[in-house]
């Protein structure tokens, strides 16, 4: 496996040698000094370029990058949009075990889009004079009255479809109900709990995988026991661990933060869940 220095002289090499390529940087968790390594970690790197059009049409151009054990082309990729005059790229899984995320970008489409990054190369001096060293952007940041009432609005009215679709025993409906739509308000709100910890100056990362650095060990265990396996009882345990753990939280952060949670509406939205949980399948009403 190709070692950190022969991976970014490499990528620097084949930026120097190129004309059409003007400016290197790497961006990622390699940029992110708080980020811990490891054997996983992509090479996040773009090349500044002055088009993109002759690269695309050059197949051949991406292997000198290395033997490859498949790779996407994400731009390429009918179920996303794209803008490949300004931004193409190759997602490689070389078959040292290395991976490369490479885009090739305009000097406009780069500027508008750069966030955490450090400069590689630098051949007409485009890249701004401070590197972004710090993951600042990617902090917790603190909610508003407004983002704490509709998060945990969203996620108590939400359970209403989660208890009809359990009662009919349509599961995949109630995973996506779940895993789509009430989660993510869980997550966030333990994010703000996170933040206000910390004075909100760290980041908990992509899909909170930073999470449980942060989390006490018994919240940060009730909350996997919030995944479910797809069975229905398994699905209303897991429900209610989560209606718990969210109430416990939110009344934490209201408390903190000096805002308002509504109590009656959680305490209703539990209550109807559990009615549901108990309505026999031939019922003819709800109430």
Partial sequence: MRSEKEMLDFIITIANNDSRIRAAYLEGSRANSNVLKDIFQDYDVVYIVTET?????????????GKRLYMQYPDENIYYSSDTENCYGWLIQFADGNRLDLHIKTLKNALENIELYKTLVDKDNFMPQKEISSDEIYWVKKPSKEEFSFTCNEFWWCLN?????????????????INFQI?????????????????????????????????????YEQYLQSYSVAETNALWNSVFIMCDLFNKISLELSEKLNFTYNISEAENSSNFLKHVKDLPKNAKEIY
């Fill in 53 to 65: 059009k002759s690269f695309i049409e050059d197949k051949n151009w991406i292997d000198q990058f």
């Fill in 183 to 219: 989660r993510p308000m869980l997550r966030r709100i333990l994010e703000w709990k996170v933040g206000i910890e910390n004075n909100f100056s760290v980041s908990v990362g992509k899909s909170a995988k930073y999470m449980n650095q942060y989390l006490n060990k018994k919240i």
């Fill in 161 to 177: 479809n989660v208890a009809k679709g359990l009662w009919r025993n349509e599961i995949l409906y109630v995973m996506d109900m």
